[in-house]
């Protein structure tokens, strides 16, 4: 299954390894996907969980106390965790069986939900 993100999903990508980044962590997380998906305003996953008052401000601070904060990283893709790289493989799963040729925010999002011990979710 060869399913393209959609720019909102891409950037919410690209903005959870600059999160990872900022954070001084080694690796990219579910919560790093997480604070993505909070980046992207516009995304119908910043408005699902908007609507449940969860925040990138909130969820920043709180991967922060869980997580720790240390110098600024170099991660990249290749960084992602085994459990990230499955959530986003299963982000198209998820597109698929709403019968969406992309994946967007909403994808990646169902993804870390059905995803057992999700530290993201």
Known sequence: MNIGFTSRAAGAVERAIEAARELGHTCVGTEHILLGLLSVPDGIAAKVLSDEDVTYDKVYELVGQLSGVGERTNVSAADMTPRTKKVIESSATAAARFGNGYIGTE???????????????
Do not use: F, K, V
């Open 107 to 121: 994808h990646l999002l169902l993804a870390m939900a059905d995803e057992p011990d999700c530290y993201g979710m």
